[in-house]
């Protein structure tokens, strides 16, 4: 079982590239258990949304 510190990297990692099947397993078997990092990953792509949100918006502005 991966812990916290991992998973954390796992979920920032997630956005960036695809993970293996391994990592997949490890980190949903994780979240499944713990709140705390399951809430970091919603926490992520929130921000992750938000941000490509901005970008967009942003390029329309300057046009």
Known sequence: MIKCKQ????LSEKLDRPLSAKEKINLAMHTA???????????????????????????????
């Open 7 to 10: 998973a954390t990297q796992m």
């Open 33 to 63: 258990i713990c709140g705390p990092c399951r809430q970091f990953g919603k926490q992520m792509e929130m921000i992750r949304g938000l941000s490509k949100s901005y970008s967009k918006a942003k390029e329309s502005d300057d046009k």
